[in-house]
């Protein structure tokens, strides 16, 4: 089955699949396939740089749609600091393999969405009362409370298959 069929469906890949070039065929992915992918699995890598510094953190994504990927932090961190300085990120979705690593010689470590794009701090009221009904835990930081989105940028599917082949990966721009 090919990926985009796979991730419209909601589900994993398998141990026998894989996504590469050659299967996906006539079925590319497209940002849609992206955005379900990323709202599928929330916790994400998010990478910026300090300076000259590569820094990366676990972060929940709040949500993803046609315009990017959504993600709130408050003005005391680290990481509002560095995104002010450099309007560059790159996150990272995970989803695990169905099964264990090496199990009937598999060599599957599960599939992983890259995306790197501008950020854009969003003042909007009315996002961020939706943030506060839908994140209730964050509303004692409320007064400190930023919303980013990733967007302009290019997306990528990657599974242990295309490990040295990186640069020949569909580039899903958003």
């Known amino acids: 089955m090919p990926l985009a069929a796979r991730v419209k469906a909601g589900g994993l890949l398998a141990v026998s699949e894989t996504i590469t070039n ?13 955005v379900r992918f990323a709202n599928q699995h929330m916790i ?6 300090d300076r000259e ?3 990366i953190r676990m972060l929940g994504m709040w949500f993803a749609d046609t315009r990017g990927f959504y993600f709130s932090t408050v003005k005391t961190k ?3 600091r560095e995104l ?3 309007r560059k990120a790159e996150v990272c979705f995970y989803a695990p393999p169905k099964g264990p690593l090496g199990q009937e010689g598999s060599t599957d470590i599960g599939t992983m969405l890259r995306a790197s ?3 854009v701090f969003l003042d909007d009221p ?5 943030l506060l009904k839908e994140r209730p835990f964050l509303r004692p930081h409320a007064d400190d409370q930023v919303i980013f989105r990733i967007q302009n940028g ?5 599974t242990s298959a295309d490990s040295g082949r990186e640069s020949a990966l569909e580039r899903i721009r958003f």
């Open 22 to 34: 050659e299967s996906k065929g006539d079925d590319m992915a497209n940002f849609d396939d992206c």
């Open 44 to 49: 994400c890598s998010v990478a910026t740089c």
């Open 53 to 55: 510094q590569p820094r």
């Open 78 to 80: 680290e990481i509002f």
């Open 84 to 86: 002010t300085a450099n």
């Open 117 to 119: 794009g501008d950020v």
């Open 126 to 130: 009315n996002l961020k009362e939706r």
């Open 154 to 158: 290019e997306a990528t599917f990657w």
